[in-house]
């Protein structure tokens, strides 16, 4: 019985009768209810507390190693930032005796 559904007339004959538009559209439903799975709160719930426990297993840095790093950093933005500053400076110094002539 796929679509159809046995509907018993007298005497204990069967005859095959096709379901109405409003059994099929029930039936839709109960099967996109049981496939939804959790909702978005109780997604949210889990993500958040899977979250926290990959926290607590992170091995953090301690401080002078976080501050020795940041220096580091820094200084390297400077540097790149000087080298930049002079090319930019130089290909403009360029440009403008080119521009003169």
Known sequence: MTAAKKNNLSGGDFQEVQATPVEKKKKDNN???????????????????????????VTWPKFPKVLKQTGIVLLVVLVFLLVLTGIDSLLAWLLSLLVRI
């Open 31 to 57: 099967k996109k209810n049981k496939d939804k799975g959790p909702g978005i709160f109780s997604r949210m719930w889990r993500f958040l507390r899977e979250m926290v426990s990959e926290l607590k297993k």
